[in-house]
C-alpha cells in the first residue's frame, strides 16, 4: 500500500464517519420524538383513567339513587305514605296520596 492509497483509505473512513454520524444524529432526534409523544400518551392516559373512574362513581351514585327510588316505591305500593307530610303513616284504604305521588315522579 503506497503513500496515496494510504490517504485514499482515509478519506474514505472520514467519508464514512460523517455519514454514520449523520445517522446517528437522526436517530437521536427520532429517539427523543418518540420519548415526546410517549410522554403525551402517558399524560393523556391519566387523564382518561381518572375521567373513568369519575364516570363510574357517577354511574355508581346514579345506580344506589335509583334503588333507593325503587325502595321507596315498594314501601308506597305496600300502602304508607313516604312523603314529607304523613311520612311512614298507613294510606287509608290505599287511597292515592298526591304529595307522595310528586315525590315518587321527581325522582
Ligand atoms: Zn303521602
Not at 10 to 31: C, P, R, W, Y
Not at 47 to 62: D, F, I, P
Not at 79 to 102: A, P, T
Amino acid at each position: 500500500m503506497n503513500k496515496k492509497e494510504l490517504f485514499d483509505a482515509f478519506d474514505g473512513f472520514s467519508q464514512n464517519l460523517m455519514v454514520t454520524l449523520a445517522e446517528i444524529e437522526a436517530m437521536k432526534k427520532q429517539v427523543q420524538s418518540l420519548v415526546e409523544e410517549n410522554t403525551i400518551l402517558r399524560l393523556e392516559n391519566t387523564k382518561l383513567r381518572e375521567r373513568l373512574s369519575q364516570l363510574e362513581h357517577e354511574t355508581l351514585a346514579k345506580h344506589s339513587s335509583k334503588q333507593g327510588k325503587d325502595h321507596l316505591e315498594s314501601i308506597y305500593d305496600e300502602g304508607f305514605h313516604i312523603c314529607n307530610f304523613f311520612y311512614g303513616q298507613r294510606r287509608e284504604n290505599d287511597e292515592e296520596c298526591m304529595f307522595c305521588r310528586e315525590l315518587l315522579d321527581r325522582k
